[in-house]
């Protein structure tokens, strides 16, 4: 199905003859037979979230990481080199970019950097050829890149807001549009897409940044469906991870400190470390946050906002600077 439009700007109401009836009872009963058709399933996936489950072997794919001149990036970049990735290193941090390759290189792995700001659709567009032309097909794609806010829903300008959402979330729906269709047909691949535990808990001053996350979110789940129910479950994998707070920018560990926000920080290597780690055994989710923010987030979906709001009052002691 294409996307709606109405024909002529003219809308023309649905009515009482244009829906399908109902059943609870079929509902019911082809949930029943599917649960119980899946049990094997049921303990496999029970075995390989909480108990073992075996990794695989990525040395020789080529891996692209978008915003992979510093911070998270760059630590993915050289994590997945030491897996024996080629890397393609995507940013629009050219000299960034750069320093980050010739580490790869030294590591006796092919690299190449590609200055692109993959807000843009036309400059994916021609990423992808130019990925391919020097390293080959994509199989890992790392969607990285993102800008970060701490502003409330009336600062910052038009431009800066609409920036924000292009970068963290459109970008994501380019890149994939562009290296999806050839990892369905190598019936291989896997997608990597770097939220945030904002994008699960929302939090004061972070209105446009919270929304960009929790757009991401909701793309991979969907995503993750839609390869299953496409035949491309078992072939082509998806992972969204969830970090807490990475120690990248010093302005933001400022920031944070004049919040007061008390939380484990992470080092990019540990998580990147964390990351790839959830790659190899085909998680579908990763939280990156220590054991009380972990539980926190599992509970949140059930608690009121005002248990929400205590326990935020309680990790920021500034919330109003």
């Known amino acids: ?15 009482e003859s244009d829906t399908v009836p109902f059943s609870w009872t079929k509902v019911i009963l082809k949930l029943v037979v599917q649960t119980i058709l899946n049990i094997p399933y049921h303990v496999v996936d029970f075995i390989k979230a909480y108990i073992w489950s075996p ?13 992979g001149a510093n911070g998270l990036g760059r630590a993915l970049c050289l994590r ?39 807000s843009d659709v036309r400059s994916v567009r021609k990423l992808r050829k130019d990925v391919e ?32 959402i292009n970068v963290n979330l459109s970008s994501h729906f380019w890149m994939i549009r562009q290296f999806l269709p050839g990892m369905q047909q190598r019936k291989e691949g896997h997608i990597v897409a770097i939220s945030s535990v904002l994008g699960i808990v929302p939090n004061f001053r972070t ?22 129910f496409s035949g491309f479950g078992d072939k082509v994998f998806t992972t969204c991870v969830y970090p807490d707070l990475i120690a990248t920018r010093k302005e933001l560990i400022q920031t944070v400190n004049k919040m007061g926000l008390s939380t484990q920080v992470l080092s990019p290597e ?47 002691t500034h919330p109003n600077e």
Do not use: W
């Open 1 to 15: 199905m294409a996307y709606l439009k109405c024909q002529d700007e003219v809308y023309e109401a649905a009515n």
């Open 55 to 67: 990794k695989k072997n990525i040395k020789g794919h080529v891996v692209l990481v978008s915003g």
């Open 80 to 118: 997945f080199a030491r897996e024996g990735c080629a890397v393609a290193v995507v940013d629009v941090d050219q000299n960034g970019a750069t320093r980050t390759v010739n580490e790869i290189r030294q590591l006796g792995v092919k690299a190449e950097a590609f200055q692109v700001d993959v």
């Open 133 to 164: 032309r020097s390293l080959g097909p994509v199989q890992i794609l790392v969607n990285n890149a993102a800008l970060l806010s701490f502003a409330s829903i009336n600062q910052g300008s038009d431009d800066e807001v609409q920036k924000l």
């Open 207 to 228: 209105i446009a940044y919270s929304a960009t996350k929790f757009g991401i979110r909701g793309m991979m789940a969907s995503l993750s469906d839609e390869l299953y």
């Open 270 to 316: 540990h998580a990147a470390n964390l990351v790839v780690d959830g790659v190899l055994r085909n998680k579908t989710d990763i939280i990156l946050a220590s054991f009380p923010i972990r539980k926190f987030i599992k509970l949140s979906e059930f608690c009121s906002s005002r248990m929400r709001r205590i326990y935020t009052s309680c990790i920021c």
